[in-house]
Structure formats: structure tokens, C-alpha cells
């Protein structure tokens, strides 16, 4: 059974803060991984898109890692802000052709 | 440009009824992906069209049914409603088969009475 494993499960920081949120997959045979943002009772928005051949990808203040030799991903996010408290999913499209996802990281940057 | 869009909103049924979801796809995608986020369970895929046929199926019991059609817009059926079925169901699009970015709507929150 494929799985995606994210650590921690919640996370509060003061504003301002650089952070790591931690993804953890067990099927070698991804596609590509992405990070999503989940506001509370919403959809969700893609952040960040790693294909299977690429390390990393930035956009702003975001940078996602991808590790697949060790079935890792981690989303750094830099100087953080309250409007980044959220719920960070990440999932990867494997060898089942559906994005699986983790359970998510609930992130509170306080003011 | 439109990005995907579900209807209705939220959705209020009792057990037993019959729910129909609707989800139309960014223009030029062909893929629509059906997600259910029930509390605690985290979100699940239920179903996948490309083309107007069935790609792929999560496991979930055969009452959940949909179709795809030529315009590419789906709709999800949730037949003989339980309680469980109480979730937010995402519908997703994109323009390749699993490569490309699955572009998320906002969403219809069905609750089951």
C-alpha cells in the first residue's frame, strides 16, 4: 500500500519564522510530487510541483525538496507570515496514476 | 480564464437518497478527478475520467458512480447515502494524463442527515 507521511501534524511559530514541514513517501516509482495550501472549509491551491527528474523548485518564499532515493520531500518556507497559517498537504503521483496524499501539517504562524 | 468549478456549494441529503455532484474542468483539460475529504480520513481518491471514460477507481464501494461528458464536465452519483458519506468532495482537472498539475475547485460539502 502506497503511502505519504507528513511530520508534524501541527506546527505553531512566531511571525517571521523560517520553517520545515517534512513529507515522507514509500513508492519509489513517483511521478512528480506537489505541495498544496488548504484554507479552512476550502479547495486547494497548488504551491509547488516537482517532477520525478528535478530536486527542488522555488517560487517566492517557497522552496520543496525531493529526495526519491529516500522517499522525502520538505516545503521550507522563509520568513513566515500569518497568512501562510494553513493546512500544507503534500502527494505524489506514483505508479497508480492518482495523487495520493499525506494527511497534511496544519502550520499557525502567530503575529 | 475560469478555473474548475463545482456545484452545488454544500449539499443536504438524508440516508438513502441519491447525490449528484457536478464539476466543470479548466478549458482544454481533458482529465477530471473526483477526491472525498472526510473528517479525520484525510483526502482520498475516488475516481478518474480522461476522454469521457473511467481511468482509474480508489476504493470505494460501486454506489459511487460518475461519468464524463463530451464537454468534459463529470459528474459524481453517491447512491443510497450513509452517514459516512458526510465529506467535502473536490473535483480536480488537468491537461495531461498525470503529469501535469491537477488544478483543485473549491469544493461541495455534502452533509448527510
Known amino acids: 500500500k502506497q503511502e505519504v507521511t507528513q511530520i508534524p501534524a501541527a506546527l505553531s511559530v512566531p511571525e517571521g519564522e523560517n520553517l520545515v514541514l517534512n513529507c515522507s513517501f514509500t513508492?519509489?516509482?513517483?511521478?512528480?510530487l506537489q505541495w498544496f495550501r488548504q484554507d479552512p472549509g476550502k479547495g486547494l491551491t497548488s504551491l509547488l510541483l516537482?517532477?520525478?527528474?528535478?530536486r527542488e523548485q522555488t517560487s517566492g518564499r517557497l522552496n520543496a525538496s525531493l529526495d526519491k532515493s529516500s522517499g522525502r520531500s520538505t516545503l521550507y518556507i522563509a520568513a513566515s507570515q500569518p497568512g501562510d497559517s494553513a493546512t500544507y498537504l503534500c502527494?505524489?503521483?506514483?505508479?497508480?496514476?492518482?495523487?495520493?496524499f499525506g494527511k497534511g501539517t496544519l502550520l499557525t504562524v502567530n503575529p | 480564464e475560469a478555473g474548475v468549478t463545482q456545484s452545488p456549494t454544500h449539499l443536504i441529503k438524508t440516508r438513502g437518497q441519491q447525490a449528484t455532484l457536478r464539476c466543470s474542468p479548466i478549458?482544454?483539460?481533458?482529465?477530471v478527478y473526483w477526491y472525498q475529504q472526510a473528517l479525520g480520513l484525510g483526502l482520498q481518491f475516488l475516481l478518474w475520467?480522461?476522454?469521457?471514460?473511467?481511468?482509474n477507481r480508489g476504493n470505494f464501494p460501486p454506489r459511487f458512480s460518475g461519468r464524463q461528458f463530451p464537454n468534459y464536465s463529470s459528474e459524481l452519483n453517491v447512491n443510497a447515502l450513509e452517514l459516512e458519506d458526510s465529506a467535502l468532495y473536490l473535483c480536480?482537472?488537468?491537461?495531461?494524463?498525470?503529469?501535469?498539475?491537477?488544478?483543485f475547485g473549491p469544493g461541495t460539502r455534502l452533509l448527510v442527515l
Open positions: 475520467y480522461d476522454e469521457g471514460e473511467e481511468r
Open positions: 516537482i517532477q520525478s527528474s528535478q
Open positions: 513508492d519509489s516509482a513517483i511521478y512528480n
Open positions: 502527494a505524489h503521483i506514483g505508479s497508480n496514476y492518482k495523487l495520493t
Open positions: 478549458s482544454g483539460h481533458t482529465s
Open positions: 480536480a482537472s488537468s491537461s495531461r494524463r498525470y503529469q501535469e498539475t491537477q488544478y
